[in-house]
């Protein structure tokens, strides 16, 4: 039954939230959409925190999203004992990344009066969940060894039967309850994305890399407006 | 040939007197809320002085502006690819410590206090953390040269004078102070623009009023570092970068900006420059010495008919044109040429220009009085208390022809207006003034009227927005018409 709310009822529930949510905040309610950056109070302990957990983070969603897109691509990598001892090795020097940058942001936020002041009850729900995915994952890369080879039999169809709607918990059932903890935190975290910090990373700003460096809008537009039926066009003007 | 039109600014450093009325009103209208408490959109810095945030001229520091690459302009701090590696943390920004951190005080306790055998006291108490706290530092704490061997002695301007000239500068009988108001400056390079990842900040086209859209700035701050003059400001509270807006919301209904109309000394100065934006990456890029005098290439003649024509079909309005003709700032920048943008060698075109100040000049001691007059013309120039490399430093990107020629200009003006009210100077000496500066009798009354007994529609004249005409109000308003106002209006949130 537990299995069936964490691994099936959750994960579409945070699913739609995070679809829904973000579009409708997106849409309504853009203000809201930021990073929240607080290295204009604090900047030290920050380079370590941020980027030690933003470079941990991005590395270890990009290995997920591989194992789950091409699992046998995966799978044959680790084939091999030394390209699957520096596959794995790579992994958990990631992993101690992100856990160890989130460690020093919460040390951070609760050591420094003024950053006590810029963190919100959902700045607290957020460091709780990102504590929470740290934690268990590191306990899985210790204790359940070869993540990269059996997370390509286990979880990779469990996952792909959640995208395709016929959820299929046959695999993923027989796994630890650290397992299971680890993929609904997961889900959480989706799910908290429009209500939370996390939506800034749906608008990373990749249109930098090629938009113009000047940036002009006009309010009005007077060239088309000395030709009014360019305006609307289905308008007939009564003097022409 | 594209041109536009841009608000500009003229301010006149002889007449500003510091009384800092113009950050007050700035900061009442705008700046007084959670998170913004430390901003000043308008700020007052003593000269010498390392002004606001502490040394924010020292780029070597900051990374502000543009530098010169190849044929072409790169942003000093990150390029785009660095930018992007370094959204997580900004290697380059200023914090809060560089500004100071904002309080209030304890006023209840004046009055709530039990009874005791000392005087209650108002403490500081944080705005920041809501605790008490120590001062360490504040707004204008530099002011009239406060606290000299930390900020005066400090100032980045001086970096080529002679230890001699620095020395001089700081000795009791010689030294002497200007003061230096600043706001954005509404630049055609804006280098704040340039750096936003998100694209949230922008020009507006019609006046080319510098904005941030506030629902798109992701609070990835690299407009703090990218602008040189540090006139973006984060809000540590909401997570967003807020700047001066050149009281949009006035300007649009007629009214001078906040700061420009409360103005005590009347140094401000507001209207028109017709531009042509296709010049701007060439005059950017230009060699550092060619600065000034290209940028003051791009603004062009209002009267000139093909100017006018090009305007007009590149959708330039005719009461926009018209404000131009009138501008108070064409006449300080082009028609006499002695107003000059501030740090032009950070690349940005600023479209704040100043009229540089007349100091005192150095007095002879010598005989038991103090004797400031000189025998030649241009004496007063020569030996002003404050090196002719600084003020070039600061307006000129270090060029001292350029600024001694503003300078005898002003001087000219001024003995021009004394031969003409007090008749004690040789006619000579006037003529030879005039001769040298290539001012006329007519051109330095006008400067004299302009500076000295300008009307209030004299200094601001501002172009009609034509907001009836903007591009929301041509849409199908039959959509909008019977439902509840123009739309939604979300109040500003955090998360």
């Known amino acids: ?240 | 040939m594209d041109i536009r039109s841009q608000i500009a600014m003229v301010f006149h450093l002889d007449k500003c007197i510091g009384c800092h009325t113009c950050s007050i009103a700035c900061k009442n209208i705008w700046t007084d809320r959670k998170g913004a408490e430390y901003m000043w959109w308008n700020n007052v810095e003593t000269k010498p002085g390392t002004g606001y945030p502490n040394k924010w001229e020292d780029q070597s520091v900051y990374k502000g502006g543009w530098i010169k690459s190849g044929d072409s302009v790169q942003l000093k701090g990150m390029d785009r690819k660095s930018t992007m590696a370094n959204l997580f943390h900004n290697p380059h920004m200023p914090l809060m410590d560089d500004y100071y951190e904002p309080w209030t005080y304890d006023y209840a306790n004046l009055f709530e206090a039990p009874a005791g055998d000392d005087q209650p006291t108002a403490r500081p108490i944080s705005l920041v953390t809501g605790e008490p706290m120590d001062i360490k530092t504040g707004p204008n704490w530099d002011d009239d040269l406060g606290g000299s061997p930390d900020y005066a002695r400090q100032d980045v301007n001086m970096h080529d004078l002679t230890p001699a000239e620095r020395e001089a500068m700081f000795q009791l009988e010689r030294m002497t102070m200007f003061y230096l108001p600043r706001i954005c400056n509404h630049c055609l390079n804006a280098a704040c623009v340039a750096a936003c990842p998100s694209g949230a900040i922008y020009k507006r086209g019609e006046d080319g009023i510098v904005l941030i859209n506030q629902n798109k700035c992701r609070s990835w701050r690299m407009c703090v570092t990218a602008c040189p003059y540090k006139k973006s400001y984060y809000n540590w509270n909401n997570g967003k970068s807020e700047k001066c807006l050149l009281c949009y919301p006035r300007l649009e209904t007629g009214q001078a900006p906040a700061c420009m109309h409360t103005c005590v000394g009347r140094i401000r100065y507001l209207g028109v420059l017709l531009y042509d934006a296709d010049r701007i990456k060439e005059i950017a890029s230009c060699d550092e010495k060619e600065l000034v005098a290209k940028q003051m290439d791009i603004y062009l003649d209002p009267f000139d008919e093909l100017v006018q024509q090009a305007a007009r079909e590149n959708g330039v309005a005719d009461s926009t044109l018209e404000s131009a003709s009138k501008s108070p700032v064409w006449k300080f920048v082009k028609e006499w040429g002695i107003a000059l943008p501030l740090h032009p060698e950070y690349r940005t075109m600023p479209n704040l220009f100043y009229v540089p100040p007349l100091l005192p000049a150095i007095a002879d001691t010598s005989g038991g009085t103090y004797e400031t007059t000189s025998a030649s013309l241009w004496g007063g120039i020569e030996s002003s208390r404050v090196p002719m490399q600084y003020m070039a430093n600061l307006f000129t990107a270090g060029d001292t022809m350029k600024i001694r020629e503003v300078l005898k200009k002003l001087m000219a003006v001024r003995i021009h207006r004394r031969g003409v009210t007090v008749g004690d100077l040789n006619e000579d000496e006037c003529k030879q003034a005039f001769a040298e500066t290539g001012l006329d009798a007519d051109m330095a009354d006008a400067i004299f009227r302009l500076t000295s007994l300008p009307k209030f529609n004299e200094r601001f004249v501002i172009p009609d927005a034509h907001r009836e005409e903007a591009t929301e109000l041509l849409e199908n308003t039959a959509d909008i018409k019977g439902n509840t106002g123009f739309g939604t209006i979300n109040t500003p949130q955090r998360i």
């Open chain 1, 1 to 240: 039954m537990s299995d069936i709310f964490l691994l099936i009822a959750l994960p579409y529930t945070a699913l739609i939230v995070m679809l829904v949510g973000s579009v409708y905040v997106y849409g309504t309610q853009a203000y809201k959409v930021t990073s929240l950056s607080t290295q204009f109070l604090e900047s030290r302990e920050l380079f370590f925190g941020g980027l030690f957990m933003h470079w941990g983070i991005v590395a270890l969603f990009i290995g997920h999203l591989i194992a789950f897109l091409f699992p046998s691509a995966v799978i044959a990598w680790g084939g091999n004992p030394v390209r699957l001892i520096v596959l794995e090795v790579t992994a958990l020097i990631f992993g101690i990344s992100f856990f160890t940058g989130v460690i020093i942001l919460i040390y951070r936020r609760m050591r420094n009066k003024r950053l006590h002041r810029a963190t919100t009850d959902m700045d607290i729900v957020v460091f709780i969940v990102l504590l929470a995915q740290a934690v268990t994952g590191m306990w899985i890369a210790l204790t359940y060894k070869w993540g990269s080879a059996w997370f390509a039999a286990v979880l990779t169809p469990y996952l792909r039967s959640l995208f395709l709607l016929s959820p299929d918990l046959a695999a993923v059932s027989a796994m630890p309850i650290i397992v299971k903890l680890h993929i609904s935190t997961a889900f959480v975290l989706i799910g908290l994305i429009p209500f939370s910090r996390f939506m800034h990373f749906l608008v990373f700003p990749v249109k930098y890399f090629w938009r113009p460096f000047q940036v002009v809008i006009w309010n009005r537009n007077r060239k088309l407006m000395r030709n009014s039926k360019a305006i609307m066009p289905e308008v007939k003007s009564k003097n022409s």
